[in-house]
């Protein structure tokens, strides 16, 4: 048996027996606190609204990630590249980044009332953005000239260098920062979800079990988006592996 | 500026009349004539270059010394065309230097390896911008041979990081000959190094340049590399820099690490030593000659 399988296995293991543990010994009652031998029950009555929902979060989550790679990108690349870009933008961005984005949620979702799936995607957005965008631009902003040099002494373009260095050598940065990105991105596409009215998503699916007292629903969904939380995370891991492995020194 | 003395086999510099500014140039590859270049900081301008003179015939290899900080670095950019002069020409194989030519080969103290790619990888590159339609078999065998000849060969796989200082330091160096410049600029190339592994660099240096011949200008803070590798040195002074001395070295084709110590590299050395102080602003030492 694979050790490094096997250790995160029992860490989950000995968790949900503490957990359970907790409330036995409390004598909590499931509408205080559910166990997770409440779960099981509850993930099976709502086996179908969990694969829909579940789905709908997942897409969800992953658009406003693309989204915001692209945009944090870009703003990444304006900063990097430009001193004057990166002096005006850089107050702004860390401004916008300091407003709580629940304060947002009820903006977004009274500006496009009923849109749900782009308000969800807009949120899961504007959360995850600013770290990929700083990451890249300090990536770039700190590239050596020497670098540089070696291209632009053969009369290589602006883009060329941009293309054959700089952008391969932000990649562990930028990965980095999507992995922080990712968690962001699905704690905004769940604020927006539960706040939202007659929407869908598991962020609604917790709302109703909260509306209808149903604690082992509202605690299973919590372990839904954990478990859809350490897919998401070890995608972008795998990606980083096959993208920016080089970066990873092997243990001498 | 002291000119006077020249011992030995040294000879001055230049001796003809420097060329007519906008004319054809002479016969050397590298002509570098009275170059004046000043940088504008927040602080004010700044004057680095001042008047430097410098010719490198094909084939040539001259070493660039002076104190730190006097604009050598400045210079190389100047050479590879990265950098325009405010004042002055630099002429390269009798064409006015004004933007990047793919005819050149830098590498600098800091190898700067690409750790993305494979080492043979990083040989490649500069065959990828100067003959992209080279087909890469071709490209992967060049730099193959190369690697071989600085003794990198089984290491074409690696990654940079799997090397150690000296062989990122040969890899770097065959990246910048892979293209086989006109002019191969090498910006303190072995200052990073430790001293054992440096004199194997000269050696491999030397070996390299028997067999892939180039015309090169290498910037060194070591006075020892300097007249072992070099044709000439060239002692710039302090900023903002002239050229204060130019010594020729006897020395033709391979060279053994033991004419260092010979009395005519020592007299070399002790020449270029007390032209160094002088650039730094201190009398040279005082010696019953």
Not at chain 2, 34 to 57: A, F, H, I, N, S
């Amino acid at each position: 048996m694979n050790w490094r399988l096997f250790a995160p296995v029992i860490a989950i293991i000995v968790f949900a027996l503490l957990w359970e543990a907790v409330v036995w010994v409390n004598d909590w009652p499931n509408y205080k606190m559910a166990s997770p031998s409440d779960l099981g029950p509850a993930f099976w009555k709502f086996r179908w609204l969990f694969l829909e929902y579940g789905w709908d979060t997942l897409w969800r989550t992953v658009a406003g990630l693309l989204l915001s790679v692209a945009v944090g990108v870009l703003l990444g690349m304006i900063m990097g590249l430009n001193r004057t870009m990166r002096d005006a933008l850089y107050p702004l961005l860390v401004g916008f980044n300091a407003i709580p984005k629940a304060t947002v949620v009820p903006i977004i979702a009274l500006l496009f009332v009923g849109a749900h799936d782009m308000n969800t995607i807009l949120i899961a957005f504007l959360i995850s953005f600013f770290p990929i965008a700083v990451s890249v631009s300090i990536g770039l902003s700190t590239l050596e000239p020497e670098y540089r040099d070696i291209l632009a002494a053969l009369g290589a373009s602006r883009f060329t260098i941009f293309w054959k260095i700089a952008l391969p050598k932000t990649l562990p940065e930028f990965f980095g920062a999507l992995k922080v990105a990712v968690t962001l991105a699905f704690i905004g596409t769940n604020l927006m979800e539960i706040v939202e009215p007659h929407g869908r998503g598991l962020g609604h699916l917790f709302d109703s079990g909260k509306i209808s007292a149903d604690y082992p629903l509202m605690f299973a969904v919590l372990i839904a988006l954990a478990a859809l939380g350490i897919l998401l995370f070890y995608v972008v891991v795998v990606l980083e592996r096959i993208f920016a492995g080089w970066a990873e020194r092997s243990p001498t | 500026m002291d000119k006077t003395s020249p011992a030995g086999g040294q000879t001055q510099g230049s001796e003809e009349a420097r060329p007519v500014s906008g004319q054809p140039p002479t016969d050397a590859l590298i002509d570098i004539r009275d170059v004046k270049l000043t940088y504008e900081t927040k602080d004010g301008r700044l004057p680095v270059l001042d008047g430097v003179d410098m010719q490198v015939p094909e084939g040539g290899f001259v070493a660039v010394v002076g104190p730190s900080g006097c604009g050598k670095s400045t210079l190389t950019r100047l050479i590879a065309g990265l950098l325009e002069p405010n004042a002055g020409e630099v002429w390269l194989h009798g064409e006015r230097v004004t933007g990047p030519k793919s005819s050149v080969g830098m590498a600098f103290q800091n190898p700067v390896l690409l750790e993305w790619r494979s080492v043979l990888r990083n040989v490649t590159l500069p065959l990828e911008l100067v003959a992209p339609r080279m087909p890469k078999r071709e490209k992967e065998a060049r730099a193959l041979e190369l690697l071989t000849l600085v003794g990198l060969e089984g290491f074409e796989r690696k990654r940079p990081s799997e090397l150690s200082g000296g062989m990122r330091q040969r890899a770097s160096l065959c990246r910048s000959i892979v293209h086989k410049p006109e002019v191969l600029i090498l910006d303190e190339p072995f200052g990073a190094l430790d001293a054992f592994t440096r004199e194997d660099l000269w050696q491999t240096m030397q070996k390299v340049k028997s067999e892939e011949p180039f015309t090169g200008v290498m910037i060194t803070h070591d006075l020892r590399e300097s007249i072992f590798l070099a044709d000439q040195v060239i002692v710039l002074s302090g900023r903002p820099a002239f050229t204060q001395y130019t010594m020729d070295v006897p020395w033709k084709g391979e060279r053994d690490l033991g004419l260092l110590y010979t009395p005519e590299g020592t007299e070399m050395l002790g020449e270029l030593r007390d032209q160094i102080q002088i650039a730094q602003g201190r009398a040279p030492r005082e010696e019953g000659e």
